[in-house]
């Protein structure tokens, strides 16, 4: 053995002064900090100075030490594989000797550098880790015991895949029937360690937990009453997951673990309670939810609904009692979470909203994270549960929860009748058919709710009746639509910012159900939201934008009136110019003016040639940083792309708005070579936007873009790879526009190189046999499932232009193409025309006896079809 390191006394200062400097308060101190700390990284004993900190200084205080051993954790992330073997080993040695110091607050410090330590792909070269923490767990001493607990939850939580792999020899043969011993000892916090590593291997149903999993059963069966919240928590947690994958086991148990979940899920401690919650929302997506459940809808009703209330504490977070007009009060730049562009696709109907995008961060750093408010509570799973419930028990959720309804709406006290209008809305999509009777009565009470003195009172309700827009758009406009109309708009304009997002939110939610029964009241709506520019702080803005945006969809050519567009430019093309082109908010905006201009059409030509300019440029100035990074990543950060994904797509709207107008701006501009670089990108989402533009191009200035089409049809055919669906439906469309303007002749040279992958695509099927099996329902896959439109129309028309100029080249993928037709439901005339005359000229080639024997392989319903709308 090496003598034993010692650290050098000016050097222990310095550090240690380091470490006191790092704790102020003060920006200039800490950044001075960190760069004394990375210089220091330069020296290789640095880090001994660090552990040693951590482990043997115990003169200094909790914190100081505790922060030595995270810079240690930051160091271990970033350059472990420099550290020479000396100071690892010294690290390592000093890890295993400290993990049961007498303060929690290092023994976690030491469990997370542990863990850093393993998850550096190190497991593998350090095989006494695993063996000396199972051993210490045995210790007679309660922090050690403790100590090693915890750095084995953290390995299980940061390395489960790397345990249940033969890398290491299955180490989990022996850690889990070690674990599950532990579920009974006498110390709380070591019963809930040993649940936690348990819980990281039910999700992957790892062998060595199925071997154990009735013992596993048993045991948590046994803990369900624990008194240390933590051990409920992770019993509950444990059943949420054995829900989803071992359901076979919990079924004969099912009654009791419904009536110990209902309790759970009203247990003193919230933390206990959301987790007992998420187990409705996930019993609500297996097929056996009706049957275990409906015995128990009466009681698990009330449970949920009262979950529904604000907490105390929620209401002084949200300042719900003082009644403040807080739209004077600048946003905190921190709450305003990012935006993701939703990408220009020729079939929106794919998209899902991509909302819920967890940031990245970093959370090992923070020893305790149950401080933070989050989002998620227990309100919400609570709401959430009980809309998935309304969706699986329809109308029979009714019965339980109609006579609650009565109570809680009209109730006195705020806090309980906002929860009641948050539970009418939770319903609203699963019961829709059964509140149709109650709407008459419910709708104008909700319309005079919008002006509560709660603002919380008036947030909520925006929500529930956006939920209910769809009925209140299909009666008589004069009866609910009008006075809803009216009051939202007020709210639009609300002194409470919380009131106003929720407004705004919710009037986009009634325009697209609305679409052009707004125009009727156009003017009076472009007042109120052109009055909420100058109103609204940042956050809301981005809304604002959104409600506009969507307006101009809902009413298209409608908004092409002067007196409109008077009012509606203005203030979009003032906050157009103070933006910069580095400022994030442009997304929203260049959305909005997307929508807009496509609405405006002609009306927009006033206004195009500076915003078609700054596109142009934004596009420029992105591919030019792209390649700056490519070829010098230290000197250049990568751009951020969504600049350019957004201005193409506003470029897309203005083509379709402008159509032959837009020939001008793109002869004098340089868009068509951008774009081959564009094509070419290698995020998917450019690929998919350029290939938008070039298909409205094509339709609206045809003269530019054909010179180009010889350098364009290569990349197209290689894009048409169904994996990236929006990307390949778009390079299908632009195909096909281009076939229509090309016309046969000039196309010939192209087929080649997308036919075989547009026929593919047109009738992907998962595996052939449930083509063939399913041929009657719907398949997610490219063109047969996009609903009868015109971009379907246009894809169709360049497969069938393409198809008449080769009919040899589909011949082994004809069933899937006859599959595709007979999907169509209303094909204009001239295109049922050219589906009519490819299937009779394949007939004719093959001859009556082979369409015999091939029509013979066609599902019934795909034969029936055909017959009846093309006799074949």
């Known amino acids: 053995m090496e003598c034993e390191w010692k650290p050098d006394d000016q050097g222990l200062q310095q550090i240690l002064q380091l470490l006191k400097e790092s704790q102020s308060p003060d920006t200039s101190t800490q950044r001075s900090v960190q760069q004394r700390l990375e210089q220091l990284n330069h020296y290789p004993d640095f880090n001994n100075y660090l552990i040693f900190v951590l482990t043997k200084l115990k003169s200094e205080d909790e914190p100081t030490r505790s922060l030595s051993g995270l810079i240690l954790k930051n160091n271990v992330k970033a350059h472990y594989q420099n550290f020479p073997n000396g100071v690892s080993d010294f690290i390592k040695s000093e890890c295993l000797q400290n993990i049961g110091d007498s303060s929690p607050l290092i023994r976690a410090t030491v469990g997370i550098l542990i863990t850093t330590i393993a998850s550096k792909g190190e497991l593998q070269n350090w095989p006494e880790l695993l063996p000396k923490l199972c051993l210490l767990l045995d210790s007679e001493d309660y922090n050690t015991c403790e100590g090693a607990f915890g750095a084995l939850q953290k390995i299980c939580e940061d390395s489960a895949e790397v345990l249940d792999s033969d890398m290491l020899d299955r180490p989990l043969n022996v850690m889990i029937p070690k674990f599950l011993q532990f579920f009974k000892h006498s110390s709380p916090k070591i019963r809930s360690h040993a649940i936690a590593c348990v819980n990281q291997f039910i999700i992957s149903r790892t062998q060595a937990l199925m071997l154990h999993i009735d013992g596993f059963i048993e045991n948590l069966f046994a803990l369900a009453t624990d008194e240390e919240p933590e051990v409920r928590k992770n019993v509950c947690r444990a059943l949420v997951m054995l829900l989803e994958v071992r359901m076979d086991r919990l079924l004969p148990h099912m009654h009791n673990i419904i ?87 020729v079939a929106q109907q794919y998209e899902g909203d991509r909302d819920g995008i967890e940031e990245d961060d970093d959370e090992d750093d923070d020893l305790e994270d149950d401080d933070t408010i989050s989002d998620w509570n227990l309100r919400k799973c609570s709401a959430a549960a009980l809309d998935v419930l309304a969706n699986v028990f329809r109308d029979d959720l009714l019965l339980p929860i109609l006579p609650l309804l009565k109570e809680l709406l009209f109730h006195p006290e705020w806090v309980i009748k906002e929860s009641g209008i948050l539970v009418l809305g939770a319903i609203a999509e699963g019961c829709m058919q059964g509140m149709i009777a109650y709407l008459p009565e419910l709708i104008p009470h909700l319309v005079q709710c919008l002006s509560d003195k709660k603002a919380l009172v008036r947030s909520i309700t925006c929500w529930t009746l956006s939920r209910y827009a769809h009925w209140v758009v299909s ?160 000197q250049y950060e990568a751009p951020d792309k969504d600049f350019m994904i957004v201005a193409l797509d506003l470029l897309s709207g203005l083509a379709e708005g402008l159509g032959d107008n837009i020939e001008q701006l793109v002869a004098r501009s340089n868009i068509l070579t951008l774009m081959y670089q564009c094509m070419q990108d290698k995020m998917p989402e450019v690929r998919q936007s350029s290939f938008a533009l070039l298909g409205d191009l094509t339709k609206a200035c045809f003269m530019h873009v054909k010179p180009c089409i010889a350098d364009f049809m290569p990349i197209l055919g290689t894009n048409l790879n169904p994996e990236l669906i929006s990307v390949c439906n778009n390079a299908t469309w632009a195909i096909g526009e281009i076939s229509i303007q090309m016309g046969e002749s000039e196309m010939q040279p192209y087929v080649a190189m997308v036919l075989h992958q547009l026929v593919e695509i047109i009738n992907r099927p998962n595996t052939p046999k449930t083509l063939l099996e399913n041929t009657g329902t719907t398949r997610c896959t490219s063109l047969r499932n996009i609903r009868d439109n015109e971009e379907k129309d246009s894809a169709f028309r360049g497969i069938c232009t393409m198809i008449s100029v080769n009919p040899g080249g589909v011949v082994q993928d004809f069933i899937f193409f006859c599959d595709a037709v007979a999907s169509w439901v209303n094909p204009k005339d001239d295109l049922r025309d050219m589906f009519g005359k490819i299937l009779h000229g394949f007939k004719n080639q093959v001859g009556e006896e082979n369409w015999g024997r091939f029509s013979d392989q066609f599902p019934l319903p795909l034969k029936e079809r055909l017959a009846a709308f093309y006799g074949v």
């Not at 956050?539 to 009012?567: C, F, R, W």
């Not at 959305?591 to 915003?611: I, K, M, N």
């Open 259 to 345: 009536e110990y979940m209902l309790q759970r899920t009203q247990d003193q401690d919230e933390n206990v309670a959301l987790e007992a919650c998420e187990f409705w929302l996930t019993l609500a997506e297996q097929p056996v939810c009706k049957d275990v459940l409906c015995n128990h809808l009466s009681k698990l009703t009330p449970v949920l609904v009262n979950g529904m209330k604000y907490s105390e504490i929620d209401i002084i977070l949200l300042k719900g009692d003082v009644e403040e007009d807080d739209e004077a009060i600048p946003d905190n730049e921190q709450d305003i979470r990012p935006r993701f562009h939703r990408s220009r696709t």
């Open 475 to 634: 009666q008589p406009p004069d009866t609910y639509l009008k006075p809803l109309m009216t009051e939202l708009l007020k709210r639009i304009l609300d002194s409470n910012k919380r009131v106003q997002e929720a407004a705004c939110s919710a009037f986009a939610t009634l325009e697209e159900e609305a679409c052009t029964e707004l125009v009727p009241y156009l003017a009076y709506i472009l007042d109120t939201l052109v009055f909420a520019f100058s109103k609204y702080q940042h956050k809301n803005l981005l809304i604002l934008y959104d409600a506009i945006g969507t307006l101009a969809d809902s009413v298209g050519h409608h908004l092409n009136k002067p007196e409109y567009i008077q009012m509606l430019m203005p203030p979009l093309i003032a906050k157009w110019n103070q933006l910069k082109d580095e400022d994030k908010d442009l997304f929203p905006l260049l959305e909005c003016l997307s929508s807009v201009a496509t609405a405006l059409q002609s009306g927009f030509l006033p206004y195009c040639e500076p915003v078609y300019q700054r596109c142009v440029n934004l596009v420029q100035k992105t591919l030019a940083q792209t390649m700056l990074h490519q070829s010098q990543p230290d």
